[in-house]
């Protein structure tokens, strides 16, 4: 069975791209955590300028008639918005799928019943690491990790599928083995071992993160015994640092081809990243159309398919496979979000990885906490 | 899958998993926790009739008398196709 799309059909407009399968809503930027690793920009937005509840589900109308499948409802933390069941409801009232992206610490049981009767389908709950005070170190919250592991166990009660996220780094790469382990306790389907992607808070924080080659291979091994040992029981899903592959991935699986994401203040971006790119004069849902955004607006054309790759991309076998990588990292390490991903091997700037992977085998500096007002 | 050859088992789509036509793309869609297939013809037939109660011999009995294919040929396909969707997590038997 194929994983993508059917090939391009005949379209009467030869410029339309194929419509977006996913939408991630960043309902907020409000978190009771700090996580050093945030994917949400250095410059957090504030409450007052977050779109009302009525922008939301016309928003959530729009992407549904654009084509959109999957919502997943994020943050910042969602829970922290007061009409969260109402969002959900609306969504699952339009087909969509929807995914709860949480650090559950506000997820009790009679906010999960709401979300459960309003047709949540998935929730995904963020774990900072299998040892308690390892958890809320990274996360800066005390209690959080007794909170999560007891949200994940009313998530399992209620029949809802589940997935375990965990962010590794250098503070808890080596227990790998552990956080597989406590997937499979708490009955997830799915767990994701994810290594930091070093964009925003993860780059600031990048010396005090990113792991060693020696401790990437070994949890790597572990994910691999982890796959075999539970197949067909619990999926694992395992992302690597950029700074070990050798070829880029294949981010948002291409800029503008798959995937968009609203900001609290309601602007469109091709993924959560996209706002570390100078140059561009985003979208917003308070003025432009969804299927306008989507369909006709520069910034969404401008990285989208392969017209405007260098070499060594352009005549590169895989250019449709990784889509030249990831802009934002090519602008936060070369300065030029229009060059190829560094992550490749044949990046004429490759040299920078290997560079910073030097840095893995210091010591580690000190958190900078994701708060407002702390990256100075 | 417990045992790949015992057709009294009845496969059933694991929970966070949808299965739904969508009138945009004008195809079927195969919708899970970070995941999307886009389920070939065959599969489409498949899926259609995995509702977690009827038992997989049914579903190649009534696969086999629709298509006119010899039933061990559809067991096969159908087997290792219930038994792919199991290991990317969408089905459950």
């Not at chain 1, 016309?58 to 918005?81: I, W």
């Not at chain 1, 808890?172 to 994810?194: C, D, F, K, T, Y």
Request: charged share 25%; glycine share 8%.
């Amino acid at each position: 069975m194929p994983d993508d799309l059917p090939a391009r059909r005949e379209v009467t407009d030869a410029m339309r791209p194929e419509p977006p399968l996913g939408m991630l809503l960043e309902l907020t930027h409000r978190c009771p955590l700090q996580c050093p690793y945030c994917s949400n920009p250095l410059a957090l937005e504030r409450a007052s300028d977050e779109l009302p509840t009525e922008a939301w589900q016309d928003v959530l109308d729009q992407a549904a008639r654009l084509g959109v499948l999957q919502v997943h409802f994020s943050g910042g933390e969602p829970m922290a918005r007061r009409d969260l069941v109402p969002l959900v409801r609306h969504a699952a009232g339009l087909g969509l799928y929807t995914n709860l992206i949480t650090s559950a610490v506000l997820l009790d049981a009679p906010a999960l019943a709401a979300l459960s009767d309003a047709g949540l389908d998935h929730v995904q709950i963020s774990f900072q690491d299998v040892d308690e005070a390892g958890a809320d170190r990274i996360g800066n919250y005390a209690g959080g990790h007794a909170k999560k592991l007891a949200a994940a166990r009313l998530v399992r009660e209620s029949g809802l599928a589940l997935t375990l996220n965990f962010v590794v780094h250098r503070h808890n790469i080596a227990r790998v083995p552990q956080m597989i382990a406590l997937g499979e306790a708490l009955g997830a389907g799915r767990i994701e071992i994810a290594n930091v992607q070093y964009y925003g808070w993860g780059l600031r924080n990048r010396a005090a993160l990113l792991p060693t080659r020696a401790e990437l291979d070994a949890a790597t091994e572990a994910v691999f015994a982890g796959r075999e040992r539970l197949a067909g029981r619990m999926v694992i899903d395992y992302v690597i640092p950029d700074y070990y592959a050798i070829e880029p991935k294949g981010c948002m699986g291409g800029w503008g081809r798959r995937f968009l994401n609203v900001s609290p203040a309601g602007r469109v971006l091709p993924c959560h990243a996209a706002e570390t790119l100078p140059g561009f004069d985003w979208p917003s849902v308070r003025t432009t159309q969804l299927a306008e955004i989507w369909n006709r607006s520069e910034p969404f054309a401008r990285y989208r398919g392969t017209a405007w790759m260098p070499e060594p991309c352009r005549s590169c076998d895989r250019r449709e496979i990784d889509w030249g990588g990831c802009r934002c990292q090519a602008f936060a390490l070369t300065g030029d979000a229009g060059r190829t991903d560094p992550a490749c091997a044949l990046s004429p700037d490759h040299a920078v990885m290997a560079e910073a992977a030097r840095e893995a085998e210091a010591p580690p500096p000190p958190f900078v906490y994701r708060r407002i007002g702390s990256n100075l | 899958m417990s045992d790949a050859a015992d057709e009294s088992v009845a496969p059933a789509l694991r929970r966070g998993v949808k299965f739904r036509f969508d009138t945009v793309r004008d195809a079927w869609v195969l919708l899970g926790p970070e995941r999307l297939f886009v389920p070939d013809e065959t599969a489409v037939e498949v899926l259609r009739l995995v509702d977690g109660a009827r038992t997989l011999g049914a579903i190649i009995d009534d696969l086999a008398a629709r298509f006119g294919a010899p039933r061990d040929t559809i067991a096969a396909d159908v087997t290792a196709l219930l038994h792919d969707l199991a290991g990317k997590g969408a089905v459950t038997f």
